[in-house]
């Protein structure tokens, strides 16, 4: 018999076959692993002024950021008590008030119409109105608060922070300013519950020109003698200082030593002793590099001191040691002009004559701190934050008894 033939197998069954079997062979493999994920952080803040140059075009020193800061107007968010309710956060009121007022379109300033006949005139363009500039300057009014934390996203591009009349303790505004690096250049809190000046308030704000600490009565207790001097930019940049009506009595001049740029030095309304006088003009041993640098100078004003026997002499031996000085107690100054040191213990006296000075619209009574010297009561002004409190917070407040002094 002859052999059978094979079948022969079609080219489309050797390759099913071929697959069935390569994939009979092959071994599981795993799924490669994830690559982690890439988190981007976020872009460091920026400072307000980083794009300033300096008139020769280079950054701009301490010294050309002091010329510009007393120049320039800033674009200010006020926030008041009546805004902040146990509902929401001051927090909140602060970063809903900046987006309002960023979002808010500038005014239109309507451009004069042309004169001329209706052929020959052009047709005015309308202007269209822009957003306004990001806010860098925010106050918070008289809003008596204990603790406050800003959001870093506004703190970070601020220039100015000025917190009046609130209830911060030391402790409380190193939080806050803790809380994201900050570019300030002018810090006031006036009239709040600061018992010290620890250095690490400064750490946090290392370009500070401008400085108010005035009405922390509690200062004086214990004025520290390092409280500027462990911060090295801090000599650099600070420029203004205020300490007006703190309580201080010793250890003043032995905490500005290291401030060798300060300008303007208000130091009225304290305790000031004689021997504390002395240190800012000695006998013997120069003088503090910073005294020769004084523009603006405010001491006389309530100061126990001018009272004694030796102020007239010692105060003279100052005023000359202050070659630079341009404004004694508010007051134009020179060192060609003949002051009579004795009749300048009554020039409070004389500024502050009753009958010279519109005091019936004291608003410290009514729980608003008087703004001008002029506007307040002599007895007042010094404490008007402390009046302005008790008007808001007793409810049996006496106005006449206020005003009357009594």
Same mark, same amino acid.
């Given at each position: 018999?002859p052999?059978?033939?094979?079948?022969?197998?079609s080219?489309? @069954?050797?390759n099913?076959k071929?697959?069935?079997?390569?994939k009979?062979?092959?071994?599981?493999?795993a799924?490669? !692993?994830k690559e982690?994920?890439?988190?981007?952080p976020? !872009?460091?803040p920026?400072?307000p002024?980083?794009?300033?140059?300096?008139? /020769?075009?280079?950054?701009?020193?301490?010294a050309?950021?002091?010329?510009r800061?007393?120049?320039?107007?800033?674009?200010?968010?006020e926030? /008041?008590k009546?805004?902040?309710?146990?509902?929401t956060?001051p927090?909140?009121v602060?970063?809903?008030?900046?987006?309002?007022y960023?979002?808010?379109?500038?005014p239109?300033?309507?451009?004069?119409?042309?004169?001329?006949s209706?052929?020959?005139?052009?047709? %005015?363009? %309308?202007?269209?109105? %822009?957003?306004h500039p990001?806010?860098d300057?925010?106050?918070?009014?008289?809003?008596?608060?204990?603790?406050?934390?800003?959001?870093?996203?506004?703190?970070?591009?601020?220039?100015?922070?000025?917190?009046?009349?609130?209830?911060?303790?030391?402790?409380?505004v190193?939080t806050m300013l803790?809380?994201?690096?900050?570019?300030l250049?002018?810090?006031?809190?006036?009239?709040?519950?600061?018992?010290?000046?620890?250095?690490q308030?400064f750490s946090?704000?290392p370009?500070?020109?401008?400085?108010?600490? @005035? /009405?922390?009565?509690?200062?004086?207790?214990s004025?520290?003698?390092?409280a500027?001097?462990?911060?090295a930019?801090?000599?650099?940049?600070?420029?203004?200082?205020?300490?007006?009506?703190c309580?201080?009595?010793?250890?003043?001049?032995?905490?500005?030593?290291?401030?060798?740029?300060?300008r303007?030095?208000?130091?009225?309304?304290n305790?000031?002793?004689?021997?504390?006088?002395?240190?800012?003009?000695?006998?013997?041993?120069?003088p503090p590099?910073?005294?020769?640098?004084?523009?603006?100078?405010?001491?006389? !004003?309530?100061?126990?001191?001018t009272?004694?026997?030796?102020?007239p002499?010692t105060?003279?031996?100052?005023?000359?040691?202050?070659?630079?000085?341009?404004?004694?107690?508010?007051?134009?100054f @020179?060192?060609?002009m003949?002051?009579?040191?004795e009749?300048?213990?009554?020039?409070?006296?004389?500024?502050?004559?009753?009958?010279?000075?519109?005091?019936?619209?004291?608003?410290?009574?009514?729980?608003?701190?008087? %703004?001008?010297? /002029?506007?307040?009561?002599?007895?007042?002004?010094?404490?008007?934050f402390?009046v302005?409190?008790?008007a808001?917070?007793?409810?049996?407040?006496?106005?006449?008894?206020?005003?009357?002094?009594?």
């Open positions: 018999m052999p059978k033939k094979k079948k022969a197998t080219p489309k @069954s050797k099913s071929a697959k069935a079997k390569l009979s062979s092959k071994v599981a493999v799924p490669p !692993p982690p994920e890439v988190i981007t976020a !872009p460091a920026k400072c002024w980083a794009h300033l140059r300096s008139p /020769y075009g280079g950054k701009m020193s301490p050309d950021e002091w010329s800061f007393t120049s320039y107007s800033p674009s200010a968010v926030i /008041y009546e805004m902040i309710s146990a509902e956060s927090n909140l602060i970063l809903n008030a900046v987006v309002n960023e979002s808010l379109p500038t239109i300033v309507e451009l004069p119409s042309s004169t001329g209706e052929e020959t005139s052009t047709p %005015t363009p %309308t202007p269209t109105p %822009t957003p990001p806010c300057k925010l106050q918070i009014i008289n809003c008596e608060l204990e603790s406050l934390l800003i959001p870093s996203e506004i703190l970070q591009r601020l220039v100015c922070l000025c917190i009046p009349g609130s209830c911060l303790s030391s402790e409380a190193i803790s809380s994201s690096p900050s570019f250049r002018s810090l006031s809190l006036v009239g709040n519950a600061l018992s010290s000046i620890p250095p308030l946090h704000t370009k500070l020109l401008e400085l108010d600490l @005035s /009405y922390n009565k509690d200062l004086g207790s004025f520290p003698t390092d500027f001097s462990a911060n930019s801090l000599s650099l940049t600070l420029r203004s200082l205020n300490l007006e009506s309580g201080i009595g010793e250890g003043l001049v032995d905490s500005l030593t290291s401030l060798n740029n300060l303007v030095l208000n130091i009225s309304a305790e000031i002793t004689m021997a504390e006088l002395i240190k800012f003009a000695p006998e013997v041993s120069p590099q910073f005294v020769g640098k004084f523009e603006k100078f405010n001491f006389h !004003p309530m100061n126990s001191v009272k004694e026997d030796a102020f002499s105060f003279s031996k100052l005023l000359k040691k202050m070659i630079c000085l341009k404004q004694l107690d508010d007051k134009p @020179s060192q060609s003949t002051i009579d040191i009749e300048l213990s009554k020039l409070d006296i004389a500024a502050d004559d009753e009958n010279t000075k519109d005091s019936s619209t004291c608003s410290c009574v009514y729980g608003n701190p008087c %703004t001008s010297k /002029y506007n307040c009561k002599t007895h007042i002004w010094f404490r008007r402390e302005a409190r008790q808001r917070e007793d409810p049996n407040f006496d106005i006449a008894k206020a005003l009357a002094g009594t």
